[in-house]
Each structure stands twice: as structure tokens, then as C-alpha cells.
């Protein structure tokens, strides 16, 4: 099956530092892929959309300055959280479609970010 | 906009006993896509089912069935036979043309022994 591949699980960052996070599909090409925000007990909000080759489109709200979104390959999107601040710290979770497959979604496990 | 409704933060269910989650949704798109995802404390993202919406079919995998009413705009869950590893949260979804999921804001299931 589809297998999505998100990295780190857990990132400790001092304020004002920036950090990457890396989301890749393992076995398949994804056209598509989505990152999402986790805040404690409530939904996934998503962030921006990412599509191979192209600028990531962000949701309303979401400073693209502060979320730079890369897909540079159709195995690989990365979310750099630049500056990061303690209101920063959540639970990022990326997901991927497979090309041609629509409405196939898989999750990374996701990745807890802390600013201290 | 679309929306997806969960009206109930939490839930149990004795193990061995069904319980239905509830999920309403409201869209003006004709083709569309629902699912119904775990999330356990680890937070790996799970996909319980899915339903195509052009289906009358109500989709069905395991102990795990739905009941999709088009007109109504409803797509509950039911969990057959509950066992202590369903304890999650569940996330309903929708899925339309643009392809991003809206989510419903999850119902907490509680599994007792």
C-alpha cells in the first residue's frame, strides 16, 4: 500500500530558529500534497496545498512567509517553519494523493513541534 | 464553503457492543467523496472507510459500516462488535473537486472492558 514517510517525529527548537520537516511517499508518486496543523484535542486544519513544480496555495490565515512550502520532487514536500515562536509548537501532519488515484489519501505519521 | 458536523464530542461503548457515530455535512458539489478516519494517541492518521457519493451502496469493511443518506446529508458510522482497539478519535471527512479534506471536529470513542 501507499506509504507516506514524514520526518522528524519530534523537533525541539529554541524561538526564532527556523526547522524543516520533511514529508515523502516511499512507493508511489503523489501529484498532490497536503499539510495539516493539530492543535491538542481538536481537528486537522489544513495549511496549504502543494502540487509538484508549482507554488504551494495556502489556506486564508496561514502566513506563507512563516510556512515556506516546497515540493520539489513528487516523492518529497518540505514545511519550514521560519522563526519559529512558542506559538508555533503543534502537531504537523502531511498527506499525500497518489497520481491518478484520486481522493487516495495517506498520512505521514506527523511531527510534534515544541519552540522553547 | 463546505462543512462537516460531528454533534458528538464524545462517546462509549461496552466491548462487544455497536455504537454509531454521527456525521452530517453540507456541500453544493454533486461528486464528492466521504471518509471516516482513526486517529489513536499516536496520531497516525487511519482510513476506516470510504464512500463515493454517486454509490447508493453504503460502504462496508469488516465490522465497520456506514449509512449514507445523499438526500440528507448524513454519513454515520457504525463499529460492530467494538473492541478495546477501537478506542480513538474518529474524524469524519469530505472530499471534493479541489481534492482537500474538510474535517469534522472528531468524537472521542471510548472502548470499555
Redesign the interface.
Known amino acids: 500500500g501507499a506509504v507516506v514517510s514524514q520526518h522528524p517525529s519530534r523537533v525541539i527548537c529554541k524561538s526564532g530558529t527556523s526547522v524543516k520537516i520533511e514529508c515523502r511517499s516511499l512507493d508511489f508518486q503523489a501529484t498532490t500534497m497536503f499539510w495539516y496543523r493539530q492543535f491538542p484535542k481538536q481537528s486537522l486544519m489544513l495549511m496549504a496545498t502543494s502540487n509538484e513544480g508549482s507554488k504551494a496555495t495556502y489556506e486564508q490565515g496561514v502566513e506563507k512567509d512563516k510556512f515556506l512550502i516546497n515540493h520539489a520532487s513528487l516523492t518529497l514536500s518540505t514545511l519550514t517553519v521560519t522563526s519559529a515562536h512558542p506559538e508555533d509548537s503543534s502537531f504537523y501532519i502531511c498527506s499525500a494523493i497518489p497520481r491518478g488515484r484520486h481522493y487516495g489519501y495517506t498520512f505521514g505519521s506527523g511531527t510534534r513541534l515544541t519552540v522553547v | 464553503a463546505q462543512t462537516v458536523t460531528q454533534s458528538q464530542p464524545e462517546m462509549s461503548v461496552q466491548e462487544a457492543e455497536t455504537v454509531t457515530l454521527s456525521c452530517t455535512y453540507d456541500t453544493s458539489e454533486s461528486d464528492y ?1 466521504l ?1 471516516w478516519y482513526k486517529q489513536p494517541p ?4 487511519i ?1 476506516v472507510i ?1 464512500q463515493e457519493a454517486y454509490k447508493q451502496q453504503n460502504a462496508t469493511e469488516n465490522r465497520f459500516s456506514v449509512n449514507f443518506q445523499k438526500a440528507a446529508k448524513s454519513f454515520s458510522l457504525k463499529i460492530s462488535d467494538s473492541q478495546l482497539g477501537d478506542a480513538a478519535m474518529y ?1 469524519c471527512a469530505w ?1 471534493g473537486g ?9 468524537t472521542k470513542l471510548t472502548v470499555n472492558p
Not at chain 2, 479541489?98 to 472528531?106: A, D, R, T, Y
Open positions: 467523496y471518509f499516536s496520531r497516525q492518521m482510513l470510504r474524524f472530499g479541489s481534492e482537500k479534506l474538510v474535517f469534522g471536529k472528531g
